[in-house]
């Protein structure tokens, strides 16, 4: 095997190796962490409710279901989340505005909880 003049005998089998899955068409395994992917956004309704100054209850219930809910907790019914928002010890307002929601309704990420509960961040501009 040539070695090329411009890394060295052991710097080119270190790169040999690192791309050795690579030639052989191996899967490419991705160098992010799972907590650094951003969170889906799902479907951005067509008409955006006017904005309002959130009250400070608000900014305290976003807070929470931000803390408590993950990614890995949706899809999920309000009943599933009522569970979750139950053994995390989070204001019983806060579970009982979520227990109040249609339990046919399957929300695919905290944001679209905080719409239904009209609790959701005035737009930015």
Known sequence: MEHSAKHGRLTD???KHET???????PQRSHTEEWREVEPVGRIPAER?????????DIGLRAELARVLTRDDFP?????????LD???????????????SSEQRF?????VMVALGINAPEQR
């Open 49 to 57: 409710p006017e904005s309002v100054d959130p009250t400070e209850q």
């Open 108 to 112: 695919q990420s905290a944001h679209e």
């Open 87 to 101: 053994d995390a010890d989070v204001p019983a307002e806060l579970v009982g505005r979520v227990a109040a929601l």
């Open 13 to 15: 089998e270190q790169l």
């Open 76 to 84: 999920a019914t309000p009943d599933e989340l009522t569970v979750k």
């Open 20 to 26: 050795e899955p690579i030639e052989r068409g191996a």
